[in-house]
């Protein structure tokens, strides 16, 4: 890599994979569970989690699914998809496949999944708008999606950031934004 040339995405997060939400305070865990409790999946069904990960989303939502279903999960970080195999199958979770594709265009991908989810990712896109009608696009007629992404600040929220906020690094005053004070 050019010395000039900043990190991309995938290469920020192969950089992280072996570590990535296993210090300090488990954060995207929860909020991946809660994603999947909050899609009510079904045995059976087929899924999509766009920006996978880890897993933290892909895991409790292949187990929701059960054998007859299927999880389809996509990163652009091949190293993070190697954490999520390791995951899946240290799990028992032979329901889960994963390929490396980029969240901002997932035309390749078949239309007939009943849930796509996505978790802390669409922020990253430097044109969301579309990508997120490729996600739809990868729905079956009657499918439902489910986001997470950062809000506006609330009482939990607050909680939250008062948590992690000696994790963060000096001069970040809000651990959910990049910059300085």
């Not at 995938?10 to 950089?15: G, K, L, R, T, Y």
């Not at 899924?47 to 389809?72: E, F, I, K, Q, W």
């Not at 809000?151 to 000096?170: F, K, Q």
């Amino acid at each position: 890599m050019d010395e000039q040339q900043a990190p991309s995405v995938a290469q920020v997060f192969d950089m992280l994979a072996n570590t990535y939400d296993q210090t300090g305070v488990e954060f995207f865990g929860p909020v991946g569970r809660i994603l999947a409790e909050l899609l009510a999946i079904r045995p059976g069904e087929r899924c999509l989690d766009v920006g996978c990960g880890r897993g933290a989303a892909t895991l409790p939502m292949a187990a929701a699914a059960g054998p007859g279903g299927s999880v389809h999960g996509v990163d652009v970080s091949a190293g993070m998809l190697e954490q999520a195999r390791a995951l899946a199958d240290a799990a028992g979770l032979g329901n889960v496949t994963l390929e490396v594709a980029d969240a901002a265009d997932l035309g390749g991908l078949p239309s007939d999944f009943d849930v796509v989810a996505s978790s802390l990712v669409i922020f990253f896109l430097q044109d969301p708008a579309p990508a997120l009608r490729s996600w739809v696009e990868r729905l079956r007629p009657g499918g439902r999606i489910g986001l997470v992404t950062f809000g506006e600040e609330d009482d939990a929220s607050n909680a939250l950031i008062d948590l992690l906020t000696p994790y963060a690094p000096p001069g970040l005053r809000d651990p959910k934004t990049v910059g300085a004070e």
